[in-house]
């Protein structure tokens, strides 16, 4: 309920409290540390800061009884936003530190870019230029690897924006240019970035016209004029400072056209005052005084030197404080004059001190906080080893394991191996008897051949030529019997001419190592109740091929035949053999998962596969994927 925005802030305020004294009342941490998150958002939103204070510190605590690194980061990151916003640098400091700590051991790169971010914004303000610089820059990396989101981009603008500006103050212009522009294409990225792109272009205007180059300063000025309603729903001073920035450009320029600029002059400063914007009127100020002053107006400039430095003081604006002391020491003669300049130079010399001093702190505070993350490391190690001694251990027992399983497989497969040869034995067994059978076959026909042609037909033969003398006999009937019967005779021998060239053929020849093969297909396929094609070619006079190539191609089958069923989660198979230019192509094709070729050729089926086809001197090839089956091709030498 304290998170349902349909009730109003102070009633879900009210809701978190209940909810923590609920908790408490519990007395389970994990659930307390749960509630006071949310009521550490509620006084957030309620404004109650001591309370948002008090809560988070509390959190701190908690989450370390824990050891809950999410939520040490949450808390520290709070507290150290609010420092920052409340200007406590040391407290700042030391919890931003932390809260970047927890974001890197949680890998959290969006978290480590928001803390980065804060902590190079606080030492830029406290003029730690370097530092400042070198986490900005760390932010910036962490950014672009993440996706592109209106946030994202908004820090990245703001990021390359400091850059630009720590460039600037170390007068290192180029490269605050740089900057700029790439805050400026960010900006144009951004859905709603206009303000920003303005504010960087400004920015980029003032670096122009610090190097010295004052046309382009003036060119990007002027490109901001045509915007001023837009300004005024953003911030309508930031007209009246574009005003003020172009006026003193032409002065510094060298411009004659006075009159112009003491009127660009008194509109900024009208609209700054009518605003009651101190820090663009103390800015005005200070440059209406140095117009004055370049006019030798010297009451006019004293006027606003004075103005400035009173408005500089009340919103202690150290740079502008120092250089209307410098104005005003250049306007006043004598005692009064010297006086200023040596405020001026106190003042100087006591900012330089706060700086070191500064830069001394964001120092020592690293070190107090190296000081704890070295004793964390040091537990860390601890628990580092009893990790690494207890990984040990179960290796060791998970290596006795894989060495008695492949004990065991080993047994298996000495079995299998045995069984292979025994079914390698019969086969060749088969074949040579099945070589006898066809020999004998292929003999007796050549025998019935022989007897036909040298026999039967030799008598047919002479009848006919018998027959044929008697042609010449008188008589038309027996002319015409005698031509019917050796017409007669003529198709006898063509028939028993026929028969013995049927016989004397080999029509068998081959068929009976196919036969074999799709017995062994049908059988296994039936067994792992897979659907299968076999086809193959006549071209192939299998009696020619020697035993040891057809026991290896029956073995090739056989073994894929069972790695299909074992692996592939396969529903069809497409056998073929094939004739091709004088080599025997056996393909086998499946339907099932597929493999990665490159991870999975260490299996043993396929080391016995090489290996047969080794012996054959031929060649394999595997073409498969994931979820798109299996093909496998082997190619043999074959000589007719």
């Known amino acids: 309920m304290s998170q349902n925005e349909d009730y109003p802030l102070q009633e879900r305020l009210e809701f978190a409290i209940r909810s923590v004294k609920m908790a408490e009342i519990e007395g389970v941490d994990s659930t307390i540390l749960a509630s006071n998150r949310k009521l550490s958002l509620m006084y957030f939103l309620t404004e109650e800061y001591v309370e948002y204070v008090k809560i988070n510190q509390r959190n701190v605590k908690l989450a370390k009884k824990l050891n809950d690194t999410v939520s040490l980061g949450v808390a520290s990151s709070n507290l150290g936003y609010f420092y920052h916003y409340d200007k406590k640098i040391d407290s700042a400091y030391f919890y931003l530190n932390k809260a970047l700590d927890y974001a890197v051991v949680l890998r959290d790169k969006e978290g480590q870019a928001d803390v980065l971010t804060n902590i190079a914004e606080m030492q830029v303000m406290e003029k ?28 990245q603008w703001m990021l390359h924006n400091l850059i630009g500006i720590v460039s600037n103050k170390l007068q290192h212009f180029d490269k605050a240019v740089q900057y700029y522009d790439r805050a400026i294409d960010i900006a144009n990225e951004m859905e709603d970035g206009f303000v920003e792109k303005c504010i960087s272009k400004n920015n980029k205007a003032f670096v122009y016209r610090k190097k010295g180059d004052y046309k382009t300063a003036l060119q990007l000025y002027k490109s901001l004029l045509p915007y001023r309603l837009e300004f005024e729903d953003y911030d309508p001073s930031f007209y009246a400072l574009i005003v003020d920035n172009i006026a003193y450009t032409k002065l510094e320029a060298g411009h004659t056209d006075y009159d112009a600029m003491e009127v660009m002059f008194k509109e900024a400063y ?49 740079e502008i404080y120092l250089d209307a002391l410098m104005v005003l020491s250049e306007l006043k003669e004598g005692d009064s004059g010297k006086a200023y300049l040596n405020e001026h130079i106190k003042l100087s010399d006591s900012l330089l001190n706060v700086e070191r001093n500064v830069r001394n702190k964001f120092a020592r505070i690293e070190f107090e906080t190296d000081l704890i993350e070295q004793e964390n490391q040091r537990i860390s190690r601890e628990r580092f080893w009893l990790f690494v001694v207890s990984i040990v251990l179960l290796f060791t027992l998970f290596l006795l394991y894989i060495i008695a399983t492949q004990r065991a497989k080993n047994k298996e497969l000495r079995f299998k191996q045995d069984q292979q040869k025994a079914n390698e034995e019969i086969y060749n067994l088969m074949l040579s008897q099945q070589d006898k059978v066809e020999e004998a076959r292929a003999h007796e026909k050549k025998r019935i051949s022989e007897e036909l042609h040298d026999g039967i037909l030799g008598r047919l033969f002479g009848t006919r030529l018998s027959l044929d003398s008697l042609s010449f006999s008188e008589g038309q009937e027996a002319a015409k019997s005698r031509i019917g019967y050796i017409s007669e005779l003529k198709k006898i021998e063509e028939d028993i001419r026929k028969i013995s060239h049927d016989l004397n053929t080999d029509f068998v020849s081959g068929s009976g190592f196919m036969d074999i093969v799709g017995e062994l297909v049908e059988k296994q396929a039936n067994a792992y109740q897979l659907k299968y094609t076999f086809d193959y070619t006549d071209d192939i006079n299998w009696e020619n091929v020697p035993n040891k190539t057809k026991i290896n191609i029956y073995r090739i089958i056989q073994e894929s035949l069972q790695n299909i ?36 050729r260490k299996g043993i089926g396929l080391k016995n596969i090489n290996s047969r086809i080794a012996e054959v001197d031929g060649k394999l090839s595997i073409s498969s994927a994931p979820k798109q089956g299996t093909k496998i091709k082997i190619e043999i030498p074959y000589i007719n």
């Open 128 to 155: 730690d230029y370097m530092s400042g610089e070198e986490n900005a820059i760390k932010a910036i990396k962490l950014l672009e690897k993440q996706p592109k989101s209106k946030y994202n981009l908004g820090n």
């Open 270 to 318: 009208k609209m700054s005052d009518s605003l009651e914007d101190p820090g663009t009127k103390q800015a005005v100020c200070l440059d209406i005084s140095k117009f004055y002053a370049k006019l030798q107006q010297k009451d006019s400039a004293l006027v606003y030197a004075q103005e400035a430095r009173k408005l500089s003081r009340e919103t202690s604006s150290n």
């Open 565 to 600: 069923y074992k692996h592939a989660e396969a529903q069809l198979v497409n056998i073929e053999v094939d004739l091709q230019e004088d080599t025997i192509v056996v393909t086998l094709k499946d339907d099932g998962r597929g493999f990665d070729i490159n991870r999975s």
